[in-house]
């Protein structure tokens, strides 16, 4: 890959070169910075040591995160589906009782 598509992160005093799109370099610093800060605050913790167990604690934690927001997500998806029903329902029965009290 050409140098314009390595981008250069810093995560736990550690430098690594990552091969990426130009237009996902943004992102991928981003994401950098936010796993850098995980596994900092692990460490700060004290009570992990070790750069690896470092990484599968932050690992963890962030897929945590993640999971539990798309859990939230798929649950307020199917509230927002179940409520958009009803409310459909309750227009087509207006509807049609509005349909029945017109003279004909």
């Known amino acids: 890959m ?12 550690k430098e690594y070169c990552i091969a990426c799109p130009p237009h996902e370099h943004s992102n991928l610093e981003s994401a950098a910075r ?8 692990i ?3 004290g009570k992990v ?9 932050a690992a ?5 995160d993640l999971l539990h927001k798309q859990q939230n997500l798929d649950q ?12 459909l329902e ?3 029965h207006a509807l ?6 017109q003279p004909r």
Not at 60 to 64: E, R, V
Not at 76 to 87: A, G, I
């Open 34 to 41: 936010y796993l850098d800060g995980k596994m900092r605050e």
């Open 60 to 64: 963890l934690n962030i897929t945590h």
């Open 90 to 92: 309750r227009v087509d």
């Open 96 to 101: 049609a009782n509005d349909d029945d009290e």
């Open 49 to 57: 040591i070790g750069s690896d167990r470092i990484a599968v604690m």
């Open 76 to 87: 307020h998806t199917t509230s927002t589906r179940d409520h958009m029903r009803d409310l």
């Open 2 to 13: 050409t140098q314009s598509n390595t981008v250069t992160v810093h995560i736990l005093d």
């Open 43 to 45: 460490r700060s913790g």
